[in-house]
Structures are given as structure tokens and as C-alpha cells.
């Protein structure tokens, strides 16, 4: 009795929470998603997204999403949804992204637009709320950039997130709460997280220093100080070389011809250097002296830095060198549970098996080569066969610690 009246209390507040979802995209419909995506025409040559699950995948048909397909180009196109404002609610926007290309360079986020941004014209400075996801470039860059637009100005975060840098997908998450708190979740795991006035500067400082306070003339912050007492000894003074005393005049030594004989010079090893007195507590010693602080008059609170009034786009500018991301599984939503359950149904269903048969195409690479080498190495000379080495250092390499999870997520029939 008492279950079944938990379950209806349970039952009663699911469906009173209200969760919406404000965008959704999973190109589950084949050519349809043309007429939801809009391409800028801001530059003529904007790189062509196309629908694909790319080479290696959880499910040929459920893992299509949108790929970059010419390399070294700007890519800029966007989806329109019914405008909301995030007031009082948490913004939760969700994507997965798969670099299968090995990236060298190049975007791999998403940017939340007003409702007001003409999309034909979308381009790299268009004024955007939010924009979130991986960037790669080199070795030096490799994080995810969580930047917000407040009263016009671009801001971004102070910290540094690392993001996933190898060739599966990965889902990633960000969660703006009402209370000016956020998550960055990747994966599903959390892998920042705090408030908005610490890790931007969208505020001036809360405390400035007193632009009045000045450190007083007598103020003494020696610690030490010379002993007056001290003095030098006499004998302290000698002369930093002098001449070697085991140096003698060579006998064939000829004054017309060689000019006046003298001895080679020797550091002293009486030389004492300069004479400084010795050191003691220096009684008016007052410490080092510190700056006072007052309120900023500048600063004044902001409980709303959170808050965006009329969201409405969400798009995918960048650049990129090397192409093949695909970008898949859009979510916008104010549900943070519907997020993690949407990813873990997508992202969370599809990583086993895109794991494994990359890995068996790797394999079945690694044998063609291995069979290549061995055709190679018969015709030419047996004896230097052991030239499959880089192969199994890049086997190493791609296998990630994630061995566990994937043991649990689906059978192994599932391809
Ligand atoms: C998502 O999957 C993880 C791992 O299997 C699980 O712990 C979590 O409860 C799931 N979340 C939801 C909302 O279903």
C-alpha cells in the first residue's frame, strides 16, 4: 500500500515537473533536416556539411549526423526553434561530436543564437549568447570553450577545460543553472563546475584598493638590518690577485727582445671580497605593508548574468583543416535529468559498438599490412622482416581506459 502511494507521489510530481525540451536534432529523417538547417550566405565558399555516420559507427542509420566534408574551410549553418528565455529554469545544451578525421585544427562547438540572428547572414562575429564545445588546434590547444555573451561582451571562462582530443564520439554537455551556478559535464561524468561571477569576468571587482590609502613615509619593512656595532677588520683589505709566487723567470728569458719579465697572476687566497657588516633584527621592523581595500563603487550585483531573453538559434560556425566532424544529437533543454537520458539513449548506446569496429577495422588493417610486409619482404630479402611496429604503438595508443563501461553497455551481437 504505502509503495503504491509512493509510486503515485512519484508518478504525480514527474508529471508536474514540467521538463521541455526547446530543440532536438538527430537526423533520423534522411534529406529532411535541409529544410531545418540553413546555410550562411554571408561568404561564397562556405565547406558543405553532409549527413553521414561516417566510417566507423554504433548504428549506421541512428549515428548520421552532420559532417564537415572539404577541408581547410569556414562551415556556418544553424537551426531555428521556438524563442524561450532560460529565466528561472536551468539551459541545458547538448551535442555529440566525433573528430573520426584524427583533427589537427578546428572547431568542434556549437553557438546559441537570439531568435533575432538572420541566418542566411550567420557568420564569426555574429552576436551569439553562448557558445560551448571542443576546440583542437595543435598540440597547445585542446579545450572546451564555454563563453557567454552578457551586456554585449563576449566573456570567457577563466578555467581550463581539457577536452577529448581522439576519434570517437563524445558527448558534451553544459548546464547554466538560475542560481549563477554551472556544470560542464563531458561524457555524461562532470568535469567542471561553479559559479558564473568566479570563473568569468562578467563583473568588475567586488573590492578595489583604496585609491586613498598610501604607505605611510616612516613605514619600515626591513627585517634585517646592518649591526652598527659591526666594523671591518683591519687585515679585511687584500688584493683580489697577485703575482705566482712559484712562477719564475724562464732562463732564455731576453729583456731587449722579450720586454720586462713578469710573473703570472694568481687569484689571493687571502682575498676576502667585500666587507659587509653582519646582519641583525631590525627593531622598527613593521612588516610588509599591505594595501587596504574598499567596496568597488563600480561593482554593483547582478543576479540575472545567467539569463537570456530570447533564445532561438543554435548553430555551427567554426573552421576547420582537416575535415570529417560529425555533429550529432542536438538537445536543448531545461530538464537536466531528460539530458544525461537522452545522452546515455544516444551517445551512451552508440560507444561500445563505434569502439569496436573501429578497432576491428584498425585490426583488419593492421593484418592487410602485415600481409603486404610479408609479400614485400619474401620477394626482396626474408631477412628484414619487422617492419610492422608503428601498428601496434597506435593499437596502444587508442585504447582508452573506457574498457569497462563498454563491457556493460551493449552485447557484443549488437554489429
Ligand atoms: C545514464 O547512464 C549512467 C551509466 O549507465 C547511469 O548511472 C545513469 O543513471 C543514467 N542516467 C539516466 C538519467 O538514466
Known sequence: MQIQLLQFICATLFAFSNAEVFFKEQFLDGDAWRSRWVNSEHKSDYGEFKLTAGSFYGDAE?????????????????????????????LVIQFTVKHEQKIDCGGGYVKVFP???????MHGESQYYVMFGPDICGYSTKKVHVIFNYKGKNHLIKKEIKCKDDELTHLYTLILNSDQTYEVKIDNEQVESGSLEEDWDFLPAKKIKDPEAKKPEDWDDRAKIDDETD???EDWDQPE?????????PED???????????????????????????????????????????????SPDAQIYKFDNIGVIGLDLWQVKSGTIFDNFLITDDVKEAEEFGNETWG???????????????????????????????????????????????????????????????????
Not at 549526423?65 to 536551468?90: H, I, V
Not at 682575498?271 to 563603487?297: A, L, M, R, S
Request: proline share 9%; no cysteine.
Open 115 to 121: 531568435a533575432d540572428l538572420e541566418q542566411t547572414q
Open 231 to 233: 666594523s671591518k677588520p
Open 253 to 299: 728569458w731576453d729583456e731587449e727582445m722579450d720586454g720586462e719579465w713578469e710573473p703570472a697572476v694568481i687569484p689571493n687566497p687571502d682575498y676576502k671580497g667585500e666587507w659587509k657588516p653582519k646582519q641583525i633584527e631590525n627593531p622598527n621592523y613593521k612588516g610588509t605593508w599591505v594595501h587596504p581595500e574598499i567596496d568597488n563603487p563600480e561593482y
Open 241 to 249: 690577485n697577485i703575482p705566482d709566487p712559484d712562477a719564475k723567470k
Open 62 to 90: 541512428k549515428d548520421k549526423g552532420l559532417q564537415t566534408s572539404q577541408d581547410a574551410r569556414f562551415y556556418a549553418a544553424s537551426a531555428r526553434f521556438e524563442p524561450f528565455s532560460n529565466e528561472g529554469k536551468p
Open 349 to 415: 548506446a552508440t560507444k561500445a559498438p563505434e569502439k569496436k569496429m573501429k578497432e576491428e577495422q584498425e585490426e583488419a588493417k593492421r593484418k592487410e599490412d602485415e600481409e603486404k610486409n610479408k609479400e614485400q619482404n619474401t620477394e626482396a630479402d626474408d631477412e628484414e622482416g619487422e617492419g610492422d611496429d608503428e601498428d601496434d604503438d597506435e593499437e596502444e595508443e587508442d585504447a582508452p581506459e573506457e574498457d569497462a563501461d563498454d563491457d556493460e553497455a551493449l552485447p557484443k551481437d549488437e554489429l
